[in-house]
């Protein structure tokens, strides 16, 4: 079983919709939950950090359920330049280890 | 100010051929990372690194060897290049948080592709 999970999509939606990603990941030790973004033949770049109680960044609000191992990205009045590939990262201390999704793609439409 | 680059940007070599691939950060971070991104868009841990402890992803071939002169920089030496090889190479890096608390988030470099013919 893969350590993280995400519907690689595509979402294609308009401009100004609202659109959620879902991510599950496989290990109830995981400690440190993330959302990146990756633009077409870039880096990944941090989005924001998810915490237990979730949280909210403008436009973007995240949620975690560690009872259900399951985090979400949820973006409002969606902008052209939302397009991008969303990357849900999972985090666990032992050896500083990282997980990444494979990532779900959206692209916003005018 | 740059705060983890990557040299070269782009790197085109034969099979057979052996290669570096250069990473530094400004940002006093304790852990650096190599990542491999496929052809597929995964991305992949190859090797968690910091003064401390090495941590090698165990699906990696021992042609790829991280090299760590000091604390900023974190090199990718690359042993007779294969055609699976391509692909783009992340450099990362992070506090250290290992034993003491939850793992910070990364920061990356632009990235490395690599193309071996």
């Known amino acids: 079983r893969k350590e993280v999970e995400q519907d690689p999509g595509p979402f294609n939606v308009p401009e100004g919709a609202t659109v959620a990603f879902n991510c599950t990941y496989s290990n109830s030790a995981s400690q440190s939950f993330f959302w990146y973004r990756q633009d077409c033949r870039k880096e990944p770049k941090l989005l924001m950090s998810?915490?237990?109680s979730g949280n909210e960044d403008g436009r973007f609000t995240a949620q975690l359920n560690r009872a259900s191992q399951y985090i979400s990205l949820l973006i409002r009045d969606s902008k052209l330049s939302d397009s991008a590939t969303y990357l849900c990262?999972?985090?666990?201390?032992?050896?500083?280890?990282?997980?990444f999704g494979t990532g779900t793609s959206l692209t916003v439409i005018p | 100010d740059t705060a983890v680059s990557q040299t070269p940007k782009y790197l085109v070599t034969q099979m057979g051929n052996d290669k570096s691939i250069k990473c530094e950060q400004n940002?006093?971070?304790?852990?650096m990372y190599w990542y491999k991104q496929d052809s597929k868009k995964f991305l992949k841990i190859m090797f968690s690194?910091?003064?401390?402890?090495?941590?090698i992803n165990e699906t990696v071939p021992n042609r790829f060897s991280p090299k760590s002169p000091d604390k900023a920089h974190l090199n990718l030496h690359i042993n007779s290049l294969e055609l699976g090889d391509s692909a783009v190479y992340f450099c990362?890096?992070?506090?250290?948080?290992?034993?003491?608390?939850?793992?910070?988030?990364?920061?990356f470099g632009p990235g490395t592709r690599l193309t071996v013919t």
């Open positions: 690194y910091n003064n401390k402890e090495l941590i």
């Open positions: 940002l006093g971070h304790d852990t």
């Open positions: 998810v915490y237990s």
């Open positions: 990362a890096s992070s506090q250290d948080r290992m034993g003491t608390g939850r793992p910070y988030e990364q920061y």
């Open positions: 990262v999972v985090g666990r201390n032992t050896g500083n280890q990282f997980y």
